[in-house]
């Protein structure tokens, strides 16, 4: 391998390593991941809320049916009571008030009965619907991340590649034209090396004149752009590319 192809490889494999190590930072599942967390959060809150409401129903039901039970209750034990033959009159009166009294209060639970058992149900299927929604975030969540975690190894392994083929391509570069190379890497961003296409630097592309353009390519295979002073490979063979 020449040098200046070297230098041209060089530089190709570290903006390829720029562009991995950004695509790590941006994999669009870990974006995705952060939706799919803030939406299960603000979710977190309705549910907490849901519950509080279906327990709230649930009791209020089971109130209404208690209350129902012990009034039952009552109203035989006043029967028992009643068929015994033992109550004298003053009682027996008291007892038929205090059953028309049950009465009255079992017939309006009865009536409240059938609408809090409409709400206990519709508080039942809120619930199981924010749970089955949160059910199937998570479920997405775990497909996000194991996509993720495949597309990072496939982002990793190329890295791995690349920093292999970076040591080898090195061994073609000589200290003081790698040292140049870092340091105009450093002040382009990268975008380095510019190879001569026809008669303008690849990346510039500011036209040499005709009577300079001579001299650049009798001179050193590897000097600086005189416009923008990026490390220019006068190279021939580079032409091919253009
Ligand atoms: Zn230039």
Known sequence: MKETEALVRIQEIDLALMRSKSKLDNMPQAKKRLAVATARKKLAGEISKIVGIRKDADMDLEENEASHRRAEEQ??????????????????ADLESRLST???????LEFKHGD???????????????????????????????????????VRQGIRELLAERKEVCQYLSDDVMARYEAAARRFDGLAVETLRASQPSICRVTIPASSFGDIRRGPSITECPYCHRLLVTDGMFDLNA
């Open 75 to 92: 109203v035989e034990e006043i029967q028992e009571k009643y068929a015994s033959g033992e109550a004298g009159y003053r009682e027996l």
């Open 102 to 108: 049950l009465a009255k209060r079992m017939e309006k």
């Open 116 to 154: 809090l058992v409409a709400k206990a149900e519709v508080a039942h299927k809120r619930e199981s619907d924010a749970l089955a929604l949160d059910k199937k975030l998570q479920m997405e969540d775990e497909a996000l991340l194991e996509s993720l975690n495949q597309s990072t190894a496939q």
